[in-house]
């Protein structure tokens, strides 16, 4: 694991992963914000009871999915995602995001966000 990096494990068994703001290599990135559809439990939402995520940043997927608006349809950017690489809503993002890691258990760079990087002419990672 990166030091940058951070795992706390969900009652559920979910694995989330962070990092503090000036060691995130996420943001000079976001490929992973522009490739997927970023599609999560509905309970999330801020309309809903103890959900975080804003959920006029969302659109509806079915009656208890939602995603982040700009991913509809994948391959286009999430409407949080800044111009500078940052996300606009990093401490209220969905568990989506939280579980995918930049970095695997060794340190290394996570391999898809390198084969992501190279889809949007980004330079690999270490
Ligand atoms: S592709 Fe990897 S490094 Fe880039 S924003 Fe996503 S998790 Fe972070
Ligand atoms: S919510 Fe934030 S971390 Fe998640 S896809 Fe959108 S910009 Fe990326």
Do not use: W
């Amino acid at each position: 694991m990166s030091k940058a990096q951070t795992s706390i494990k969900t009652e559920d068994g979910r694995v989330f992963y962070d990092m503090a703001v000036a060691d995130n290599p996420c943001f000079a990135c976001g490929a992973c914000c522009y490739h997927y559809r970023v599609s999560f439990y509905h309970g999330e939402l801020d309309s809903q009871p103890g959900g975080f995520v804003p959920a006029d940043l969302t659109s509806p997927v079915t009656p208890f999915l939602a995603c982040m608006r700009g991913t509809e349809n994948g391959h286009s950017r999430c409407i949080a995602l800044q111009d500078n690489g940052q996300c606009s809503i990093y401490a209220r993002r969905p568990s989506t995001c939280r579980e995918f890691p930049a970095y695997t258990t060794d340190g290394d760079a996570n391999p898809e966000c390198n084969r992501l990087r190279k889809i949007y002419g980004l330079p690999l990672r270490k």
